[in-house]
Each structure stands twice: as C-alpha cells, then as structure tokens.
C-alpha cells in the first residue's frame, strides 16, 4: 500500500490552460491589476527550485499525513488554482497542498506551486473560506512570482544553491529551530520573507482568486484579524513573515466591495468534520518541541569536535586572512586557519576543534563567526537587533547583554556592535557572544555573531573586530 509521504511526493498537477467558463470569468473590471515584477529567473527555474525545497520540507517537518484533512487541503487548492486568471497562468507549473503537523498558525508556498499549510491554521479557521483566504494568499505569491523576483533584486545565489536558501526562509523564526543548524535566522530570508509591498499584492490578488473560486474574499481579512489576535505561539510566527503592509484588512475589505463573488463556496459542515477529526488525533506539537526532540535524540555532546570528528585543541586565529564568497553580495575574509563549515541556513567560519557537527545533522560551534541575513520589522537598526536578540534568546535562555551597543564600521557602513554572555551548549563552560549588525540596502538586516569562550575573548574580538572591518557587501546593484 502506498504510503502517504510516497503519495505526497507525486500528487503535484501540471497546470494546464482551459478556456474558464463564466463560472470563473473575470469577478469585476473594477479590480485592481497587478503587474508582475521583474524576474531573471524562468517558470522552469521556479518549479525547479520549488521541488527541490519541498522534498527538504517532507524529510525534515512533521507531516500530518491524514488523509482527510489533506483532501480538504486539495479540494481549496484545487479551487483556487482554476480561478487563476489566464494573464498569470504558467502552464510549467505544478500545484500541491499538504498539511504539516504543527500547533503554529502558519502556511508557506514555495515557487512553481508546492504549499504546506500548519494544521494550527486549520483548527484556529472560523470557516472554510478563511483556510481558503490563507491559501489564496500564498497562492498569490507563488503566481507574481515573488520569490524568484525578490532573488533578482539582488542576485544573490545561483539557482542550484537556491533550494536550502528557500527552505530556511520558509523556516524562520520558531518553525526554523526543527532544522536549522546554529541559527534560526539565514541568508534564505533573501528570497520568501516578503517586502511589504509584495504582502500588498499576494493580498489583493488572493481575494480576487477566492471571488473567482466562489469564496467571500471578507473571509481573508477576518482570518488576518484572528491571527493578530493569537498572540503567545499562535500569531506571530506567521505575522513575521507576511508583514503587514498598512491598514491590511481595510484594502482586503476595499477591494472585496469590487468583486463579485462566483458562487457559494464553503460547507460548513465540511470544516468542522475536519476539525473534529483533528481533535480525535494527538495533540500537534510545537516547533520548539519538535526541535527538542530531535536534540534529545542525537544524545548529549559535551566535548567539541573539530569537522573531521576527532577532539582537537583550538588553534588561536591567525594572523594571516582568507576570503571566502558565500554569495555573490558579500565577500567576508577570516584567519586563515579558519574553514566555512556547516551547510544550514548561516554560513559559519570555524578553527578546526572549534565546530560540532552531529550525525543528526545539528550543529554548535565554540570558537568562530556566524554570518546571516534577517528581514525583522522596521526600519531602525536598534530595534532590529533588539528582534535578533529576543530571537536568539528564545532558544539560549543563559544569553545575557554586556552593556549597550556601540556603533561599528561594517564592510565601511556604520552597524552596530555589542557582546553577550552565554553558557556553551557544547562545553557547559561561560562564552562570550559578539553580535554586529549592518542594514543592507533593502532594508534587510545582515548579522554576524562571534563566539569564543570566556578566557579567549579579548584574542577573538579583536579578530571579531577585523573581520567586520575587511566585510565585502555589494548589494546596492
């Protein structure tokens, strides 16, 4: 009997193009058009990429895999992709809707068509047409193609380093300590953690696909309300990577008050058969239970290891400097005796002896830098960090400030820079944690965090200090 991953795997469908018929004819001219952004990417490149990165999201996130609740899932999709104007269709690609196992209220798609729905947002839906407003949404930026055009704004990577870059963009914040290793926060952010304006259009464009599927788009705007009003492990996890552009659930309403809605959609009982169904299976995990889990699982590692996997001591940083180009807007230059290891959603320079990486996967490092790209709210430096910071802390409750921060020249911009306490996760031993922060020109924020234990600090500062200073960023393209 086929399994349900087996069957996840292959239940994709090609999009075809069919004459709609007057059931789902263009809902009113009065809608507002929306112009595709440049992209140097291909349909092709963007199913390419989307495939790539669902198979890492089935491997590595806990599937529902209820066959029930998936069908459901299907039939909305399945809706709202026949509703897709005949302006925005891309016969390359291919639509699947799956449901992951998770109490975060959260949906994602990635591009050329797969998306993943957390059964969190299913159970928290007042309604079918709320799933529907959710999912018409992230079916609005797989449609504008947002993800790949956001990657041409900056021409960061190549298409075949793309696919882990977009899984720890999909992965940020809590979702993200399943599987990333070190950080939760990565240069993935470059290509799904949507500019606002991008939020604007995936809203406007989705409730004018759910008119069009026979769903009231008002719909939308209420599941946006309830999810403002979760708060704790609810809201903001989803709210974090679908900012809100301005007044969202009045320009959701506005321009619902131009469309013409095609139908009924929305059994009543259907969703709540579904939802019951769900409160008959255990109780969805969090993230951050999902993560300790797997932390527990790989066993206690006190000891750290060098890349090679033997106990090493330490090298001090050298003198001499190597540079190294993780992508093609930054050029970073490390002690020569250091190596860029690890392959999760940062790019960390490590000594050998100073980096542990577990066969789980799960990483650590004791001695190094880790360099990474965030989009958090805002446009002010300070405030930014301060987000980073009660990121990182959530996951290493012993992190405690220093002091204040102090301004720092980044690769010739002017950051900001400021050290931590922690207790080594690896050693047990007191470290010192060095965190500096540049805005980038999209108003991304770029981040470096230094780590060297207690006794080796004023050595890996001053190394700390360099390497800020040397820092290549070339993103004003």
Do not use: C
């Not at 709202?80 to 005949?86: G, K, R, S, T």
């Not at 720890?168 to 993935?188: N, Y």
């Not at 008002?218 to 809100?244: C, K, V, W, Y």
């Not at 050029?331 to 002896?353: D, H, K, L």
């Amino acid at each position: 009997m086929m399994t349900r991953m087996a069957h996840s795997s292959i239940r994709t469908r090609l999009l075809l193009v069919p004459v709609l018929s007057a059931v789902v004819a263009a809902s009113s001219a009065a809608q507002t058009h929306i112009e595709p952004h440049k992209n140097s990417y291909s349909p092709k490149q963007d199913v390419e990429l989307g495939l790539q990165a669902s198979r890492e999201v089935r491997q590595q996130m806990p599937m529902l895999n209820d066959q029930r609740t998936e069908d459901f899932a299907e039939r909305i999709g399945d809706r709202l992709v026949e509703a897709i104007p005949a302006e925005y269709r891309q016969p390359e690609f291919r639509y699947s809707f799956d449901v992951v196992n998770l109490r975060e209220i959260n949906a994602f798609a990635l591009p050329g068509g797969p998306m993943f729905l957390h059964r969190g947002m299913i159970e928290a839906a007042k309604s079918e047409a709320e799933v529907a407003g959710v999912m018409g949404h992230e079916l609005a930026h797989v449609i504008l193609r947002h993800g790949t055009a956001q990657a041409t704004k900056g021409q960061k990577f190549q298409i075949g380093a793309m696919a882990g870059q977009v899984l720890g963009a999909i992965l940020g914040g809590r979702t993200g300590a399943v599987v990333s290793q070190g950080s939760q926060l990565g240069l993935g952010t470059w290509f799904l953690k949507y500019s606002r304006e991008y939020e604007r259009e995936a809203d406007l464009l989705g409730a004018q696909l759910m008119a069009r599927a026979g769903y009231d788009p008002r719909a939308m705007a209420s599941m946006f309300e309830t999810i403002e009003r979760q708060g704790g492990s609810g809201g903001p996890e989803f709210l974090s990577d679908h900012p809100n552009p301005g007044n969202r659930v009045q320009a959701i309403n506005r321009e619902a008050d131009m469309l013409r809605v095609q139908g009924n959609r929305g059994n009543a009982g259907e969703i709540q058969a579904v939802q019951a169904r769900l409160r008959e299976l255990p109780r969805a995990p969090t993230s951050a239970e999902v993560a300790r889990s797997r932390q527990g699982q790989q066993g206690p590692q006190r000891a750290p290891v060098g890349t090679s996997g033997r106990n090493e001591r330490v090298e001090p940083p050298s003198g001499d400097f190597r540079t190294y180009q993780p992508g093609d807007f930054l050029r970073i230059s490390v002690p020569a005796n250091w190596e860029q290891v690890g392959a999760g959603n940062t790019v960390t320079f490590a000594p050998r002896g100073g980096y542990l990486q577990a066969d789980s996967g799960q990483s650590a490092f004791t001695h190094g830098i880790e360099v990474g790209v965030t989009r958090a709210n805002g446009n002010n430096l300070q405030q930014q960090t301060e987000q980073l910071l009660q990121s990182f802390a959530r996951s290493n409750p012993e992190l405690r400030r220093q002091g204040g921060y102090s301004r720092a020249n980044i690769g010739g911009r002017q950051g900001l820079t400021t050290t931590l306490s922690n207790v080594s996760e690896v050693t047990g031993g007191n470290e010192a944690v060095n965190l500096s922060t540049v805005q980038l020109s999209d108003g991304s924020v770029l981040f470096l965090i230094g780590v060297a234990p207690t006794d080796e600090a004023r050595t890996y500062l001053n190394t700390f200090s360099r390497i800020r200073q040397n820092l290549e960023l070339a993103d004003n393209r």
